[in-house]
């Protein structure tokens, strides 16, 4: 195995530094969480079908300190629902503690409140809709995860 060289250690850090600091200027990128998402707000739509061909979504939590990332979700009706493999990930957590987000399907900024999904009859339903959209494995929801609720909030 080769030795790490001084400078390509600080080359790699430098790279390091500067990836982590571009996320927390503006949107994620890719797996990497980012800062305030940039746009223009647009009004609740009255259905969701547009997002239907959006793989994934981006979610602004946390007003005061913006942190967003890149997440899988899916519509039903004029509500919109995302989901968190652990409620301990930094952002499930952000929104439990705040649930004013902005969301952002395919460009477009939508001012949302969240809440976690309790009702077993609409975990179920959302579930389904995760399975067809991402062609999904149901053993995927075992564990500490949860789908949150995002629904128009006003300004």
Same mark, same amino acid.
């Given at each position: ?20 600091? !571009? ?13 305030? !998402? ?8 009255? $259905? ?9 979504? !981006? ?29 301990? $990930? ?37 579930? $389904? ?10 053993? $995927? ?8 609720? !995002? ?5």
């Amino acid at each position: 195995m080769p030795m790490l060289t001084q400078t390509h250690f600080r080359h790699t850090s430098l790279w390091i530094v500067g990836a982590f600091l !571009l996320s927390s200027c503006g949107p994620p990128l890719g797996p990497i969480p980012g800062g305030k !998402l940039e746009g223009e707000l647009s009004p609740w739509p009255a $259905n969701w079908d547009h997002a239907e061909d959006c793989e994934n979504v !981006l979610l602004e939590t946390d007003p005061a300190d913006p942190y967003s990332v890149t997440i899988w979700g899916v519509g039903v009706k004029d509500e919109f629902f995302v989901g968190a493999s652990a409620r301990s $990930n930094q952002w499930a957590r952000k929104i439990e503690s705040d649930p004013r987000v902005i969301l952002d399907v395919d460009g477009t900024l939508y001012r949302a409140h969240a809440k976690i999904l309790s009702d077993p009859e609409t975990v179920e339903l959302v579930a $389904n809709k995760f399975f067809d959209k991402y062609d999904m494995d149901p053993d $995927n929801l075992e564990g500490d995860g949860a789908f949150y609720r !995002l629904t128009r909030r006003p300004r």
